[in-house]
Nanobody, 122 residues
Framework: QVQLVESGGGLVQAGGSLRLSCAAS????????MGWFRQAPGKEREFVAFINRSGGTANYADSVQGRFTVSRDNARNTVYLQMISLKPEDTAVYYC???????????????WGQGTQVTVSS
């Protein structure tokens, strides 16, 4: 089992920045690919980014490419999502997830956090 707890969400104006954190406990954090997903009201959960076990490779959704950066600190068992130039359409609940494989599909991830709300006002 892996327990994931997100933090860092909040209300920000368009153009602003936030950094989300996801702290992991349980099994060896560095064994897992870590993903970020988001879900807006009335919409399906969508892929945002993932990062490989070592932190050397990341992949992003087109909608966030160039604005969001995913990173991880395996010594601290934490993955981060730095978000800049935020837009109202980035408003959603953001979830981190742990899985065994690189994937943009939420079905490929085994463990999930409870989510943190990000609201971007125009």
């Amino acid at each position: 089992q892996v327990q994931l707890v997100e933090s860092g969400g909040g209300l920000v104006q368009a153009g602003g920045s936030l950094r989300l954190s996801c702290a992991a406990s349980g099994r060896t954090f560095s064994n897992y690919v870590m993903g970020w997903f988001r879900q807006a009201p009335g919409k399906e959960r969508e892929f945002v980014a993932f990062i490989n076990r070592s932190g050397g490779t990341a992949n992003y959704a087109d909608s966030v490419q160039g604005r969001f950066t995913v990173s991880r600190d395996n010594a601290r068992n934490t993955v981060y999502l730095q978000m800049i130039s935020l837009k109202p359409e980035d408003t959603a609940v953001y979830y981190c997830a742990a899985g065994k494989y690189y994937s943009r599909s939420f079905t490929s991830y085994d463990y999930w956090g409870q989510g943190t709300q990000v609201t971007v006002s125009s």
